[in-house]
């Protein structure tokens, strides 16, 4: 059977690395029609629009989607393609598991995180406005409601359940905004409720970024608010080998869209230098969102393979044993095709 996905090529290195990942799940023998649709920065220029229509159109049609970064100016501009995403997809579940792959240099054993971030409110709706008409004074709206932070608890307490994960952690700043994040540990403290057999604790968020960098294999599930979880779930990609290796999904009740946490890397776009690890292991995510167990595990235990080989790995990739030069995203891609059909 052959599924229907929207594909997203994104800016930057989006192209190089979403080709890499349709050639590894071909490889894997699943089936997918991608209808490739557009978003970000490219299409802006083209069209005035960094989010079209028959984008969102194809994705609630699908509801299923793989999609690469995309650009964001900064300070100006159109508001972020992926916020859209999100907040008109109802796509309020942010995953972002966080792994050692042996064969990574890394200072830590045993790092096995999931981030649960928030993703359609806090801070990020993006409403600000000017204080005074000078414009020398700004300030912006963190809405977070009830209904919102204990259906974000509820999918990682059912999540943890699920995967036989022990512990869940609600990392917030509510000694600070006593309403606000307040309110969201207080639906973490009531969900908790219904799962005994899963440990709830949390802690101040500025104590958290401390304790990931100190003691990261101490963590298991982390939920945080939208910014929060933005943050420290790049924190947390550092203490696995980088944005390289950092996969992520955005899961509503309808549409579930993979994409890996990195942005478009300008530094190296269009070089063929991307590692396309990250967006393998969100389609790794995404075949088991549609219950392709089996072709999900072999791709990734062939990524695993390729970075504990350290023979054909992208230059970003801090190895133990790296062997020869830094392969490019076409041979990294090539070398993990090899595993997957062997
Ligand atoms: P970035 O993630 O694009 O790059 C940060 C650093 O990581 C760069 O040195 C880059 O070369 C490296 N890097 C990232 N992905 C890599 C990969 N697959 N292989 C090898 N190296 C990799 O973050 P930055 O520079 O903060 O943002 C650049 C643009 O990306 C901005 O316009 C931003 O808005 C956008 N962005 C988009 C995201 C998305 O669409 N999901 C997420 C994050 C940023």
């Known amino acids: 059977m052959a599924y229907r996905a929207t594909l997203i090529l994104g800016d930057g290195i989006g192209p190089e ?40 159109d194809s994705l609630i049609r699908n509801k299923l989607g793989l999609k690469g970064p995309t650009d964001t100016p900064l300070g100006e501009g159109h508001r972020s393609a992926n916020v859209e995403l999100r907040m008109k997809l109802d796509l309020y579940a942010n995953i972002r598991p966080v792994k050692i792959i042996p064969g ?36 912006a709206v963190s809405r977070i409601s009830k209904f919102e932070s204990e259906r974000i608890f509820r999918h990682a307490f059912e999540y943890a359940t699920k995967h036989g994960r022990k512990k869940v952690t609600c990392a917030h700043k509510a000694n600070i905004l006593k309403l606000t994040q307040g309110l969201f540990l207080n639906a973490g403290r009531s969900i908790s409720a219904r799962y005994p057999d899963i440990v709830f604790q949390d802690r101040i968020v500025d104590n958290m970024a401390k304790e990931l960098v100190m003691y990261p294999s101490e963590y298991d599930v982390i939920v945080l608010t939208n910014m929060f979880g933005d943050i420290l779930s790049d924190e947390c990609a550092g203490l ?68 504990f080989e350290g023979r054909v790995v992208t230059g970003d990739a801090h190895l133990l044993h790296r062997v020869g030069k830094p392969a490019s995203t076409t041979e990294m891609t090539d070398e993990i095709i090899r595993k997957v059909q062997s």
């Open 240 to 307: 696995v080998g980088g944005l390289g290796f950092t996969p992520g999904a955005n899961i509503g009740e309808g549409v579930a869209l993979f994409e890996a946490v990195h942005g478009t890397a300008p530094d190296i776009a269009g070089q063929n230098k991307a590692n396309p690890s990250a967006l393998i292991l969100s389609a790794v995510m995404m075949l088991e969102h549609i219950g392709e167990s089996e072709a999900a595990k072999k791709i990734r235990e062939s990524v695993y393979q390729v970075v």
């Open 17 to 56: 690395v979403t080709a890499a990942t349709q050639r590894v799940i071909e490889a894997a023998g699943v089936k997918i029609d991608w209808e490739v649709a557009r978003a970000g920065l490219g299409v802006l220029k083209e069209t005035g629009n960094a989010l079209p229509k028959e984008t969102l």
């Open 104 to 139: 990574q240099i890394t200072p830590f054993k045993d790092v096995d995180i999931v981030v649960f971030r928030q993703g359609t409110e806090d801070i990020y709706i993006g409403e600000e406005r000017w204080v005074d008409d000078a414009h020398t004074i700004a300030e």
